[in-house]
T-cell receptor, first 116, second 111 residues
Framework: ETGVTQTPRHLVMGMTNKKSLKCEQH?????MYWYKQSAKKPLELMFV???????ENNSVPSRFSPECPNSSHLFLHLHTLQPEDSALYLC???????????????FGPGTRLTVL | RKEVEQDPGPFNVPEGATVAFNCTYS??????FFWYRQDCRKEPKLLMS?????NEDGRFTAQLNRASQYISLLIRDSKLSDSATYLC????????????WGLGTSLAVNP
């Protein structure tokens, strides 16, 4: 048990739907991350929140909209997605967004998203 | 050149074998290096950090070669439970925060 939970675990949606992914961490961390993992591609950082403030947006299309109401919760709101957005979306947390050498990231189990 | 490059494998080895993975990185300013492990259909988990002088954790040894810009992971006495994908992770540049992930090397340890 990593202390990071994600819901739903699987999601199938049409291109016109709106859905949200939820992440919760029970580790007392201050930084939370959204990653995208596609087949045959490395893990891609999408967003970083540090102490509830967004500090990184890695050129992510606006059809992905993150929200971080507090240090324990992170959402990814999805709307008008494309089939190529189908992937595993992983949430992670760490003590804070700082020196990487002191900053082990703990991942949730991910949401397997399929866009039809 | 990819920022972080790994041989995707798969590496198929018998139990008890020694296996080594290499990873090259493109930015000479990178300062932090890690190996993560990802089991099939699971999330990545930190295996070990890689220190300049090299470091060992049980059957696992990590080495860093800054001059050639590569890191390595050596697994001795392979166990069935070592079967997984091993991800090389490097911080992007001197700001030492953003991590760049390799595609991973797949290892299958066979009985």
């Amino acid at each position: 048990e990593t202390g990071v939970t994600q819901t739903p675990r699987h999601l199938v949606m049409g291109m016109t739907n709106k859905k949200s992914l939820k992440c919760e961490q029970h580790l007392g961390h201050n930084a939370m991350y959204w990653y995208k993992q596609s087949a045959k591609k490395p893990l891609e950082l999408m967003f970083v929140y540090n102490f509830k403030e967004q500090t990184e947006n890695n050129s992510v299309p606006s059809r992905f909209s993150p929200e971080c109401p507090n240090s324990s919760h992170l959402f990814l709101h999805l709307h008008t997605l494309q089939p190529e957005d189908s992937a595993l979306y992983l949430c992670a947390s760490s003590q804070r967004w700082t020196l990487a050498s002191y900053n082990e990231q703990f991942f949730g189990p991910g949401t397997r998203l399929t866009v039809l | 050149r990819k920022e972080v490059e790994q041989d995707p494998g798969p590496f198929n080895v018998p139990e008890g074998a020694t296996v080594a993975f290499n990873c090259t990185y493109s930015n000479s300013a990178s300062q932090s290096f890690f190996w993560y492990r990802q089991d099939c259909r699971k999330e990545p988990k930190l295996l070990m950090s890689v220190y300049s002088s090299g470091n060992e954790d049980g059957r696992f040894t990590a080495q860093l070669n800054r001059a050639s810009q590569y890191i390595s992971l050596l697994i001795r006495d392979s166990k069935l439970s070592d079967s997984a994908t091993y991800l090389c992770v490097v911080n992007q540049d001197g700001n030492n925060r953003k991590l760049i992930w390799g595609l991973g090397t797949s290892l299958a340890v066979n009985p």
